[in-house]
Nanobody
Framework: QVQLGESGGGLVQAGGSLRLSCAAS????????MGWFRQTPGKEREFVAA????????YYAYSVKGRFTISRDNAKNTVYLQMNSLKPEDTAVYYC???????????????WGQGTQVTVSS
């Protein structure tokens, strides 16, 4: 029903920036909450940011607040994660996901992208 594809990951030095994109296919993109999560081996999938369908409300994990910005372009069926002032602890596979309502819990999201690797060197 909804398919997601992330892009924009890569290798960056500490203090640098990356912009992740997630393109969605499917109907009623604007009705969904879009979220970004990240995961490293041996750790739980961690909430990063989310944005409601209207784009008016955004939410961030404390660890990224002030550094990351989530946005969406409903006309293009795309959500973005602008990551600035990157730290080595931001290294992870980043996933975009879709939920019916706002949540910080990974198990409340119904659709997932394949993930994109972000590596921040010290």
């Amino acid at each position: 029903q909804v398919q997601l594809g992330e892009s924009g990951g890569g290798l960056v030095q500490a203090g640098g920036s990356l912009r992740l994109s997630c393109a969605a296919s499917g109907r009623t993109f604007s009705s969904y909450v879009m979220g970004w999560f990240r995961q490293t081996p041996g750790k739980e999938r961690e909430f990063v940011a989310a944005i409601r369908g209207s784009g008016e409300m955004t939410y961030y994990a404390y660890s990224v607040k002030g550094r990351f910005t989530i946005s969406r372009d409903n006309a293009k069926n795309t959500v973005y994660l602008q990551m600035n002032s990157l730290k080595p602890e931001d290294t992870a596979v980043y996933y975009c996901a879709v939920a019916l309502a706002y949540s910080r819990s990974w198990d409340d999201y119904d659709y997932w992208g394949q993930g994109t690797q972000v590596t921040v060197s010290s």
